[in-house]
C-alpha cells in the first residue's frame, strides 16, 4: 500500500505548478495590461449624426468627450500604476506555485474589466442634446448629480478596488512568511509594500460612501492616491540595508 502511495506521487509530482521560471507569467500579464490599456481609447469616440451637424457643431462634440477624456486619463494612471506595482512585486518574487499563478491570473481578470466600468463613468458624466430639426447641438458637462451617477462612479470605486485588493492579496500571499520572495527581502520592506500597495483600494473604498453626499467630491477623493503616496514614501521608506541586492 505505501508503495503505490509512492508511486502515486512519482506520476503526479511533474505536473504541479511550481519553479522559478517567471518570465511566462511577466509576459503574460504585460501583454494584458497592454491591452486593457489599449481598450480605453476605442471607447472614444464622436456620436453618430449628420454630416451637417459635424460640419456646424464639431467643436461642441468634441467638447463634449472631455468626460471621456478625463475618465479615459484616470484608468490609463491608475493601471499605469497598478503596472507598476505589478512589475516591483515581481522583481522581489523570484519562484511560483498554482495558487500564485491563479491569483495573477484573477487579478488580470479585473485588469481586463475596467474599461467597462470607464466607459459607463463618462457615459454618465455629460450629456448631448441633438436638436435635428434645427440642426444644433448642446451640450452639457457633468450633469447635475442623479442617481445613474452615483452608480457609475460606485460602479468605477468598487471595480478599481477589487483590483487594487486583488493585487494585495497577490503580494500578501507570495510575502507571507518569504513563501515566494527572495530571502533577503526584508519584513520592514514587506511590510511597506503591503501598505503602498493598500492605499488605492481604500481611498477608492472610501469614495463610495462619499459619492452618496457628493459624486464630484468622490472622484475629487481619487486624487489623494498621487498625494498621500509620496507623504507614505516619507514617513515609512525603507533604508537601502532593506532592499534585497
Known amino acids: 500500500m505505501a508503495s503505490r502511495r509512492r508511486r502515486r506521487r ?3 509530482a511533474p505536473w504541479v505548478e511550481s519553479g522559478t ?3 511566462r507569467t511577466v509576459y503574460f500579464s504585460d501583454a494584458v495590461f497592454a491591452i486593457a490599456i489599449t481598450l480605453l481609447i476605442l471607447d472614444i ?3 453618430n449624426v449628420s454630416e451637417e ?3 456646424t457643431d464639431l467643436p461642441i462634440l468634441v467638447l463634449g468627450l472631455l468626460p471621456q477624456f478625463i475618465s479615459f486619463v484616470i484608468t490609463f494612471l491608475m493601471i499605469g500604476f497598478y503596472w507598476l506595482t505589478h512589475h516591483r512585486m515581481f522583481r522581489y518574487i523570484d519562484r511560483y506555485d498554482g495558487r500564485l499563478l491563479w491569483t495573477n491570473i484573477v487579478f488580470l481578470m479585473s485588469v481586463a474589466f475596467l474599461p467597462f466600468p470607464t466607459s459607463v463613468l463618462s457615459e454618465a458624466s455629460t450629456s448631448l442634446n441633438f436638436d435635428r430639426s434645427s440642426s444644433s447641438t448642446t451640450v452639457l458637462l457633468f450633469p447635475a448629480a442623479s442617481g445613474g451617477q452615483q452608480f457609475a ?3 468605477y470605486a468598487a471595480s478599481a478596488a477589487v483590483s487594487g485588493l486583488l493585487l494585495v492579496w497577490l ?3 507570495a510575502a507571507r ?5 527572495n530571502k533577503d527581502l526584508s519584513p520592514r520592506l514587506s511590510a511597506f509594500f503591503f501598505l503602498w500597495t493598500l492605499l488605492p ?3 477608492f473604498i472610501l469614495s463610495i460612501g462619499i459619492s452618496f453626499a457628493s459624486v464630484y467630491a468622490a472622484q475629487f477623493s481619487w486624487l489623494l492616491i498621487p498625494v498621500v503616496r509620496p507623504l507614505l514614501d516619507r514617513i515609512l521608506q525603507p533604508s537601502a540595508n532593506d532592499y534585497a541586492p
Open 171 to 173: 503580494w500578501r500571499y
Open 201 to 203: 483600494p481604500l481611498i
Open 21 to 23: 521560471e517567471l518570465e
Open 153 to 155: 462612479v460606485a460602479f
Open 53 to 55: 451637424q459635424l460640419r
Open 45 to 47: 469616440k464622436l456620436p
Open 177 to 181: 512568511g518569504g513563501r515566494l520572495v
Open 10 to 12: 512519482r506520476r503526479t
